[in-house]
């Protein structure tokens, strides 16, 4: 149960963090279209991601979820987590 809602709060810092560099983003007039998930974690550091070198049905798809807009899925993530794991009375 606080597993999900920690999880769900980092997601949502993160996605506040996003939306700051959107912003500067914006401001610098830099932006050809919205920072993706791929580039969260590439820039994190953490996970180094391969990149076009393998293929397969598991690449495609985790290819095609990494692509999508970081801000709109952390902010799913992030509200949908901590609802789902409230406390209950």
Same mark, same amino acid.
């Given at each position: 149960?606080?597993? *999900?809602?920690?999880? =769900?709060? +980092? &997601? @949502? ?6 939306? #700051?560099?959107?912003? /500067?983003?914006?401001?610098? *007039?830099?932006?050809? =279209?919205? +920072? &993706? @998930? ?6 994190? #550091?953490?996970?180094? /991601? ?11 798809? @985790? ?10 899925? /952390? ?15």
């Amino acid at each position: 149960m606080i597993i *999900g809602r920690l999880i =769900g709060y +980092i &997601s @949502l810092c993160l996605m506040f963090m996003v939306m #700051g560099a959107e912003g /500067l983003r914006l401001l610098e *007039g830099n932006s050809e =279209g919205w +920072i &993706s @998930l791929f580039d969260v974690v590439q820039i994190s #550091g953490i996970v180094h /991601l391969e990149s076009e070198t393998s293929s397969g049905a598991w690449h495609d798809l @985790l290819n095609s979820l990494l692509r999508l807009p970081a801000i709109f899925t /952390l902010l799913f993530f992030g509200l949908l987590f901590p609802f789902m794991f409230r406390k209950t009375f």
